[in-house]
């Protein structure tokens, strides 16, 4: 997920959209449960202000894991947005740096997706789970257990 300054300075134009579908390549922390199924597209504007490249973009992909109370198997379309700037010498602890005029955009992505993933997933807001006792679905209806 390249964009290229040095063509964005040449062309005059100092806004511009991006669109990429790429294959996220890192791994999400295991204890998560929860992968990221398909290509992930990104999308946003640029806007180039001196050197300093400010990038606004959104994430959407596939994501698929157990529901935390009933360990059902989920999968929903999940999204998420980020703000970043991309400069040639790091002035802020947060900027991203790029060189020789191309903006690399994917560890800014992947960080947006680490810290904006969510870590449980539900099958619905008000799933009933298991009985910690027998393990019956208790969204098919209640168990015996209860004395
Ligand atoms: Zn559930
Ligand atoms: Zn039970």
């Known amino acids: 997920m390249i964009i290229d300054v040095?063509?964005?300075k040449f062309s005059g134009k100092f806004e511009s959209d991006f669109a990429f579908e790429y294959d996220y390549q890192g791994d999400l922390p295991a204890f998560y449960g929860i992968v990221l199924d398909g290509p992930v597209s990104v999308s946003g504007t640029s806007i180039?202000?001196?050197?300093?490249?400010?990038?606004d973009g959104a994430i959407k992909c596939k994501i698929v894991g157990e529901c935390a109370r009933c360990l059902k198997r989920v999968e929903r379309e999940w999204s998420c947005e980020f703000s970043v700037v991309y400069a040639v010498t790091r002035q802020d602890e947060d900027d991203y740096l790029y060189q020789n005029g191309r903006v690399d955009l994917t560890p800014?992505?992947?960080?947006?997706i680490l810290t904006s993933i969510p870590t449980v997933i539900y099958c619905k807001s008000d799933c009933l789970g298991l009985c910690p006792s027998c393990g019956k679905d208790l969204n098919e209806g209640p168990c015996d257990c209860k004395k």
């Open 108 to 112: 800014a992505v992947e960080d947006a």
């Open 48 to 55: 180039l202000q001196g050197d300093d490249v400010y990038i």
């Open 6 to 8: 040095r063509k964005l």
